[in-house]
């Protein structure tokens, strides 16, 4: 037998074997439940690092209105599509979405990028969108909007 410190790749696979045999007294139930978890943790993951570089693009799309181009606006419609698509195969995702935490930390981690990417500070504290605005494909800030740099 494998071990789950050994290697994980190799454990997987004896411990799916086991099920699929019906040798379920051999399975190591601690770090099957561990790396469930970790799935759950996988799918947080990506959804936050597909909304946080959306909304570093959107961010960089109102403050930069001079460097537009189509490389920023295929990555805005590739992560709202890739975020969407996300949110429809892992339905549990969305409630996600209703927490204060999770825009917090996104926003703090898009202007962190956004700042790195193009060397202006000073971007608003909190998020001046909504979701329905960040993921509505029509949806592009412009640099006349009300939300300006301090």
């Not at 770090?31 to 960089?60: T, Y």
């Not at 001079?66 to 969407?84: C, F, L, M, P």
């Not at 996104?106 to 909190?126: M, V």
Request: charged share 30%; glycine share 4%.
């Amino acid at each position: 037998m494998h071990t789950y410190e050994s290697d994980v790749v190799e454990w997987a696979n004896e411990q799916a074997a086991f099920i699929r045999s019906g040798q379920f007294e051999l399975l190591d139930l601690k770090h099957i439940a561990d790396e469930i978890e970790d799935v759950g943790k996988s799918e947080q993951r990506e959804l936050e690092s597909r909304m946080v570089v959306l909304l570093a693009h959107l961010i960089k799309w109102q403050f930069q209105p001079t460097h537009r181009g189509v490389s920023w606006e295929v990555t805005v419609k590739t992560q709202r599509k890739n975020i969407d698509r996300r949110l429809q195969k892992t339905p549990s995702l969305k409630s996600t979405l209703n927490s204060d935490d999770f825009w917090l930390d996104i926003w703090d981690d898009a202007i962190d990028l956004a700042t790195k990417e193009t060397g202006i500070r000073g971007f608003p504290e909190a998020c001046p969108w909504d979701h329905s605005q960040i993921m509505d494909k029509s949806f592009w800030p412009d640099q006349d909007s009300p939300v300006e740099v301090d």
